[in-house]
């Protein structure tokens, strides 16, 4: 397969390529193995977490295991993910011929794998990985509580790849504002390239509050500093709480664009659609003590009104999706199936937020496996299942063919049964009692059925990713050839060749509206 | 909204949660299905433009979440409204052990994983940690916050029923945190009482 033209051959060749396509690939390749790695943990944990009392590991190992397994699916999976969509996907959508500083996101994309070999280095070490969760609160992170290298290689891995994340949203966003193609205005731009400029703009305004976070947790460490608890709180939630919508709107632009594919048809409502998004992370940026509601050091009013408001924006977005199929012809291929699956489900996740956005029911609910359930709901059943979408419909543009049918719906079956079964559980054991990051807890009724339950749910899950990982490691080589615009798009990516050249395009349609293939189709047929 | 206790107040505002949240998923997954099933016949498609009918669903919308922010808010401002408290309870929160130093008229007894407190009257909790944060939660009485070693913050609670209850850290403290556990008694007051100045220090 040739994904593009690279400096020198073989694997040297591909680690040294600058080309947008290749630095997010690369990206995706390592986000996938860090991905294999942290669902793998998260197995162990199911396993331990399906009967009361210990059975499998130990609370210390236990402890390894959720922090690595939240620091790897934020910080090395998710936010990659999201970043590397928008790095293949922006110039190609804009009709540009890279992005902006290609050695420098050559440079970031290094970085963050750099970043994850330190964090799992930290297993490699006497005192073992860090322990303190993927938020490693201070002082529970400082050298007396959490002592040994392994904290700090966490720190250092954690710092290289929000460094990294904060470089590609930065050169992602450059290239939207300054590479768009001819008469291709900000209100011709597709669906998923505006997800991707309000994700940009949220990387770049909130991350850097992470990197003076883990600044305070090295002045803790090594230089002695008393750091005031709540000021770590305050500047780890102003990256914590973006973050969220950074693992969220580029998977959702993903779903808008397949959505409009397969109803054929232009988005209804795509005015609303990038207002709601704009509006949606300016809130998103002033929300972040929600997550603080239990301290008693912040004004809960306020963040509770903020929180709550941003169920309007979602709305919206739910009205011009579901407007969209309702107005067009809807084609029940995969990747619709995965986009309908996503809207289906993330609505839990959802009104779920909307319950904890509430200061007296996360009294109750905080740090209890409810909220688990809740963002399980919004990264997993949620932006999971919009990646998949995203994954089935680039699939053929990327490697020239399609991801295999009949083992893609084995993989979306098991993956529905899988994921609701796994998560669904977590909001009773949540309003039940049951707190987060625990390797026991006390044998109480309702308490055993129910995470044996989530633990069958996450084996099913495990199977269905593994039919995931089967097919594209078949379809790479032998999957059926797709031809360059498989699915009638409506975006420049696909007036290209599958897989694109090096410099993406030979020649560019006139850019009139946000659709600009489907306006060519319609003229041909005038 | 729902009584004055924590618990009460959960309560009520979780049901009337429940309602709307439920019934806003059905009407998702309802519109989604009926999308899917005219999307999929051929023939007839077009019809009108839709802006008026979202201008007017984002106007329930922003209703519905204006309605969810006054009730939510109110009970917030009930709930965290401090009262005049007969008993007063020190938590220190430490790896991994909670200790209460309960108060009432002049007697005082510490204890240690255990609480002891009357049933229907207000008590003050001042809690702070000796180490990391650590968060106290009696699912109970629903109601949880955190303790922090530099400085102390002060809630009420008041318990409606007497029993014996669980309770916990909720917050990661380090290796036993899940085995940082309290168990709540709660009495009449005449037994609290007859309890306190028998281990009154």
């Not at chain 1, 997550?291 to 709305?315: C, D, K």
């Not at chain 1, 407007?323 to 029940?332: E, H, L, P, S």
């Not at chain 2, 809630?155 to 556990?181: I, K, N, V, W």
Request: with cysteine; glycine share 10%.
């Amino acid at each position: 397969m040739t994904v593009a033209v690279l400096p020198g051959r073989g694997v040297i060749g591909w680690a040294a390529a600058a080309d947008h396509k290749v630095v997010a690939l690369r990206l995706t390749v390592a986000a996938a193995i860090f991905m294999l790695a942290g669902g793998a943990m998260a197995l162990v944990m199911r396993a331990e977490l399906a009967q009361p009392g210990l059975q499998v590991t130990s609370t210390e190992t236990y402890n390894e295991l959720f922090t690595t397994h939240g620091s790897s699916m934020i910080y090395l999976v998710m936010i990659p993910l999201a970043l590397a969509l928008g790095a293949y996907l922006v110039p190609l959508q804009i009709g540009a011929a890279d992005l902006v500083a290609p050695r420098l996101n050559l440079f970031a994309s290094w970085l963050l794998v750099l970043g994850g070999i330190s964090i799992y280095g930290g297993f490699l070490t006497a005192h073992g990985a860090a322990t303190a969760g993927w938020t490693e609160f201070l002082p529970l992170s400082d050298d007396t509580f959490s002592p040994g290298p392994g904290t700090d290689m966490w720190v250092a891995g954690v710092g290289l790849a929000n460094l990294a994340e904060i470089l590609l949203a930065g050169t992602i966003l450059l290239t939207i504002l300054t590479r768009r193609a001819p008469g291709m205005t900000m209100l011709r731009l597709p669906v998923f390239t505006w997800a991707t400029l309000v994700t940009c703009l949220l990387t770049v305004f909130g991350f850097p509050a992470l990197e003076v976070a883990l600044g305070l947790i090295v002045a803790a460490r090594h230089f002695g500093a008393e750091v005031n608890p709540v000021a770590y709180l305050h500047l780890f939630w102003f990256f914590g709480h973006p973050a969220v919508y950074v693992m969220f709107f580029p998977f959702l632009g993903a779903v808008a664009e397949v959505v409009q594919v397969f109803s054929g048809r232009r988005l209804v409502g795509y005015n609303a659609l990038v207002l709601a998004l704009l509006g949606f992370a300016t809130g998103s940026m002033t929300v972040w003590a929600h997550h603080m509601f239990t301290t008693g050091q912040v004004p809960n009013e306020y963040f509770a009104i903020t929180s709550t408001s941003l169920l309007v924006f979602a709305g919206i977005e739910y009205f011009d999706m579901t407007a969209t199929m309702w107005r067009g012809v809807v084609r029940m291929a995969l990747p619709m199936l995965f986009a309908i699956a996503f809207l289906a489900q993330f609505v839990i996740g959802g009104v779920t937020g909307v319950i904890t956005a509430s200061p007296v029911l996360d009294y109750h609910l905080n740090d209890s496996y409810f909220v688990v359930g809740h963002f399980h709901y919004t990264l997993f059943a949620g932006s999971m299942f919009a990646l998949f979408a995203g994954v089935y419909y680039w699939f053929p543009k990327v490697t020239g063919r399609f991801l295999g049918d009949r083992m893609g719906r084995v993989h979306f079956w098991l993956l529905v049964l899988g994921t609701n079964l796994t998560f669904f559980p977590m909001f009773v054991l949540g309003y039940l009692g049951m707190t987060r990051r625990v390797a026991d807890y006390p044998d109480q009724p309702g308490l055993d059925w129910l995470n044996l339950i989530s633990s069958a749910g996450a084996a099913v899950t495990g199977v269905a990713m593994l039919v995931f990982l089967w097919n594209v490691l078949v379809s790479l080589t032998g999957g059926e050839p797709a031809g360059d615009d498989p699915w009638g798009g409506h975006t420049l990516e696909w007036a290209t060749t599958s897989p694109p050249p090096r410099h993406n395009f030979d020649s560019l349609p006139p850019v009139r509206s946000f659709a600009p293939l489907l306006d060519l189709r319609e003229e041909r047929t005038l | 909204m729902g009584g004055d206790t924590t618990r009460g107040a959960f309560d009520a505002l979780f049901s009337a949660y429940f309602v709307v949240t439920t019934a806003a998923v059905l009407l998702v997954l309802v519109a989604l299905a009926a999308a899917v099933l005219r999307g999929r016949r051929r023939g007839a498609r077009r019809g009108g433009d839709p802006s008026r009918l979202e201008i007017g669903y984002v106007l329930l919308l922003s209703t519905i979440a204006v309605a969810l922010m006054a009730v939510t808010v109110t009970t917030e401002l009930n709930v965290d409204a401090r009262r005049p408290a007969g008993v007063q309870v020190q938590v220190v929160a430490s790896q991994w052990r909670w200790t209460f130093q309960t108060e009432q008229a002049g007697h005082r007894a510490t204890t240690f994983n255990r609480l002891v407190v009357p049933r229907g009257t207000t008590i003050a909790f001042h809690i702070r940690s000796r180490d990391v944060i650590h968060s106290m939660w009696i699912p109970e009485v629903r109601f949880k916050r955190y303790a922090f070693p530099d400085r102390t913050t002060t809630y009420d609670l008041e318990f409606p029923s007497t029993g014996t209850f669980e309770g916990l850290c909720a917050q990661f403290c380090g290796l036993d945190h899940d085995r940082m556990r309290f168990t709540v008694q709660v009495v009449d007051a005449a037994g609290f009482a007859a309890w306190l100045e028998a281990h009154a220090s």
